[in-house]
């Protein structure tokens, strides 16, 4: 079992900054790929930014150039700066890790599929 502990959110005004950890229970090198999702009021979950374990990184269009994902191996934890940001980033914003992948014909798939408890970012003046 992996848990996975958020923080660093909060209330920032519009063109402010923040910074969300993701603190693992495990070797984050065990993990496949760490990522971030966001969820705001009626909306589904999507897929803000992401790493493999390999380093390769993929960002939402909505949120290149603004946020970077970025992770520190010896303190098993994930991080997403976010800059510039607006208020169409408010949301609750998840940490994800994603272990043991697998190929179901010529879909990549992941077995274990973790979530964080989920922080809060509202961006308001």
């Known amino acids: 079992q992996v848990q996975l502990v958020e923080s660093g959110g909060g209330l920032v005004q519009p063109g402010g900054s923040l910074r969300l950890s993701c603190a693992a229970s495990v070797n984050i090198f065990s993990a496949n790929v760490m990522g971030w999702y966001r969820q705001a009021p009626g909306n589904q979950r999507e897929l803000v930014a992401a790493?493999?374990?390999?380093?390769?990184?993929n960002y939402a269009d909505s949120v290149k150039g603004r946020f970077t994902i970025s992770r520190d191996n010896a303190k098993n934890t994930v991080y997403l700066q976010m800059n510039s940001l607006k208020p169409e980033d408010t949301a609750v914003y998840f940490c994800?890790?994603?272990?043991?992948?697998?190929?179901?014909?010529?879909?990549?798939?992941?077995?274990?599929?973790?979530w964080g408890q989920g922080a809060q970012v509202t961006v308001s003046s």
């Open positions: 790493m493999t374990t390999g380093g390769s990184t």
């Open positions: 994800n890790a994603k272990l043991n992948r697998y190929w179901s014909g010529s879909v990549l798939k992941y077995r274990n599929d973790y």
